[in-house]
C-alpha cells in the first residue's frame, strides 16, 4: 500500500519525554517475563547449562594437572642438579600432557555443542517474539497509531529484539561459565593453599562494590539509549515517507533541527552508557592485579618454607587469573543486561498495550462477500441508532446521529470539515467503536459480528490510494485473492482501467514503485476501484474519489463508480455537492449531528444549511 503521509511528531522531543524504566522495579518486572518468556525453551537451555558447566570443569582441571607436570620436572632437574635422583620422569610428562589435551579438546567440543544449541534457542526466541509483536500490531486500536510513529513500532521489532537475541546468545552461557569457573576455581585454589585463596578472596568485595556503583549508574543511561534510538528510527522513517512534502513547503531546516535534537540525546545517552560499560574491564582488571601481586607474594614466602610446591604456585597463580576473568565477565555481563533489560521493558510494554475490544462470544457469520458462502445473506441496511462517539472521553465530537438506509441505496453524507463526515465511516468499520448508541446491519449491531466478517461485507474508494509495492494485477487482486486472472480482467474494465493498464510497459505484471509513482492519481484510483468491484462488497464508502484529478479522468472514474455502485448501500462523502443531486438520501452534518437529511431538491426547498452550503459552493467558484 501507498505510505500515508507523515504524522507530527507529537511533542516527542528530547526536551518533551522522559525515559521511565530506568528504574530497578521497572528493570526487574521487565527480565521475570523475560524469564517467563524463555520457559517453553527450558530443555534446551537445560542442556545449554549442562554443557557449559562441562566444559568448563573440564578447562578448570587444566592448570591443576599441568601443576604436576611442572612438578615433575621441577623435581627432576633439582634430582639432577643434586645428583639425587635419575632426573625428569619424561614418560610420566608425556602421559600428563596427553591427559591435558584430552581435557582440553573434550571441553572445546563440548563448547562448541552448547554453542550451537544456545544460537537455535536465541533464534527461535527471535522469531517468535518478532511473530508476537506483529500479530499484537493487527489486535491494537487504531488509537495506538494515532499516538505512535511507526519507526517507534519498527525499532521494537529490529533493533530491541536484536539487542535481546544477541544478549541471550552470549550472555546465558557465559553467566553459566562464570558462575561454574567461579565455584570450581575456588575449590581447586583451596585445595592448594586455604591462605593464598583467604588473599586472592580479598578483591572479590572490592570487585563488587565497583559493579554495582558502576552498573547503578549506567542503566538509566541504557534505557534512554533505547528509547531514543526508537525515536531516531521513528522520525526518519516520518521524513523519507514525507519527503516531498517536506521539499514542497521548504520544511527541511526544521526537519533537521529534531532530528538533531533527537541524535542528540541518543549521542549523549549512548556514550555515557558505553563509556561507563567501558570502565568495567579496567577497573576490574586494575583490582584483579592488586590481587595478583598479593599471591604472587604469599606464594613465594610459603614455597621458601617448603609448605607449597612450585607446582602449585603455578597453578594457583593460574588459577587466580581465571578467578578475575569470570569475576570481570559477570561484572560486563551485568552491563549487556541492563541493555537487555531496557528493550525487553520496551517489548513487553508494547506487548501489554490495551487491544481492540474483544469480540462477540456468538458472532453473527455473514455470507462472504456473496460468494455463495455460508452464513447470513446480508442485503445492505444500515442504522444509526442515537449514535455518540468521542476519540476522548471528554471531548464528544457525534452527539446523537440517527438515520435509517434501506438495501441499494445511494446516502450522501455532507458538510463543513469537521462536521463527522469521515468519523462515521471509521464507527461504520469498526476502526472505533460507538461510545453510545449502535449501528445496526440487517438489524444486527455491527459488535455482534466479528471485525473481518463486518469489513468483509464494504469495500471502501478513499482520496488518498491503497496501493504496494507489487504488481498491477497483484494490486487488484487484493481485493480477493482467490480470484482468477479472467475475474481480474473482467473487475478493470469494468472500473474502466484496462484500457491504460494495456498501454504501460509491462501491463498488468508492471510493478508498481515504492512511492506509487509511476502511474498518474487517476491511475491509481481506477486500480482502486477495480479492487473494490473485484471484492463484490455488499455495502461501499466513497469517499470523495474524484476530487484531484483532471475532467477526463473524473468521467472515467465516475462511469467506474456507477458500475460499482450498481445494486448497492452507497455511502458517499461528498465535498462537491453538485456531485451527489441523485443520491437517494443526503445527510447533513454539523458539529457531529445531523441537522437536516432528505433529498437535494427537498433540501433546496428549505433553504436552510444544506441551501447555504450548496449555493456558497458556487458562490466560491465565482
Known sequence: MSKPAAKPMRGRGPGAMKPEGGKTGHSKAAFQKLLRYLGKYRFSLLIVVLLAAASTVFSILGPKILGKATNAIFTGVMNQITGAGTGIDFPYVRRILFWLIGLYVVSALFSVIQGYVMSGVSMKITYHMRREIAAKVHRLPLSYFDTTSNGEVLSLITNDVDVISQSLNQSVTQIVTSVTTIIGIFAMMLSISWQMTLVALCVVPLSTLFAIRIVGRSQKYFLAQQTYLGHVNGHIEEMYASHIVIKAFNNEEESVKTFDGYNGALY????????????????????????????????????????????????????????????????????????TAAAAERIFAFLNQEEEAAESASPVSPEPRARQGRGVPIRGAVEFRHVRFGYHPDKIIIKDFSAKVEPGQKIAIVGPTGAGKTTMVKLLMRFYDVTGGAILVDGHDIREFTRDGLRSLFGMVLQDTWLYNASIFDNIRYGWLNATRGEVLAAAKAAQADHFVRTLPDGYAMILNEEISNVSQGQKQLLTIARVILANPQILILDEATSSVDTRTEILIQKAMDNLMRGRTSFVIAHRLSTIRNADLILVMQDGDIVEQGKHEELMRKNGFYARLYNSQFDTER
Open 268 to 339: 549523549s545517552s549512548a556514550w555515557k552508557s558505553q563509556f561507563l560499560s567501558g570502565l568495567m574491564m579496567p577497573v576490574m582488571s586494575f583490582v584483579g592485579n592488586l590481587g595478583y601481586v598479593a599471591v604472587c607474594i604469599l606464594g613465594g614466602y610459603l614455597a621458601v618454607n617448603g609448605r607449597v610446591t612450585v607446582g602449585d604456585i603455578q597453578a594457583f597463580t593460574q588459577y587466580v587469573r581465571q578467578f578475575n576473568q569470570p569475576v570481570t565477565q559477570v561484572a560486563n555481563i551485568s552491563n549487556v543486561l541492563q541493555q
